[in-house]
């Protein structure tokens, strides 16, 4: 037993993790996978995903632009939220051209 809690205090001191905060096992494994993941993460970085095949890039058309303007209308409705920060149809033309450009 005395191994087996040497490598969980190595591994919390290797990833800097509060070893009383995590006291189950399933939180401790999940703040462990989260610190591997954000381990050469950069604020400045561009994450930008470049498909090299046309036929795999995403075209962003109105109809489906529409349906997707109605969904979050939905939600706020169901939620009773105000709805007057939604995007609408008008902001069609500046989310083509993220998308386009690959910005988002």
């Avoid at 591994?11 to 070893?19: A, T």
């Avoid at 006291?23 to 989260?34: E, N, P």
């Avoid at 075209?59 to 939220?81: M, N, W």
Wanted: include cysteine; glycine fraction near 4%; charged fraction near 30%.
């Amino acid at each position: 037993m005395i191994p087996a809690l040497d490598n969980y205090i190595q591994m919390v001191r290797e990833f800097g993790i509060d070893l009383l905060q995590y006291i189950s096992l399933s939180r401790y494994a999940c703040s462990v996978k989260y610190a591997m993941c954000y381990q050469d993460f950069s604020i400045y970085g561009c994450y930008n995903v470049l498909m090299e095949d046309e036929k795999e890039r995403f075209y962003l058309t109105k109809e489906h632009f529409q349906r997707k303007c109605a969904g979050y209308v939905s939600q706020d409705l169901k939620k009773k939220l105000p709805k007057d920060n939604d995007v609408s149809m008008k902001d069609y033309d500046t989310v083509k051209e993220w998308f386009e450009k690959g910005v988002c």
